[in-house]
């Protein structure tokens, strides 16, 4: 069961990617079309001609407010978890280096 399952996951990813190219659309249509009324964005897939699918009138390309500063946020936060990873690792790295380097460090056996 668990296998058909896999099988079937692996199938669909292979058949939809997971990443489609598309674009965002805006209605113009306010008053006569409830997606143009509320402002909602329309993604048509690149290829597809775009027109409402509400009152079949053409849309005209939006902008993606939110992605390319939510993407940038996520690098920076990420960079900086990086950065505070190494400086709390990095003493205790120097004293592992320290204690690999220097012969005194090494336990030596006594009464031999
Ligand atoms: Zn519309």
Redesign the pocket.
Known sequence: MTHDQLDSTALARFIAPPKMRSSVYK???HL?????YHGDD?EVPDGMPAV??????P?KPAKRPSGKLGAYLVNLFSVACIAAGLWLAWPGMVKLWKRYVSPGAIPVLPGK
Request: charged fraction near 5%.
């Open positions: 209605c113009p249509n006569g079309c409830t997606i143009g329309v409402c699918s509400e009152c079949g009138s849309l």
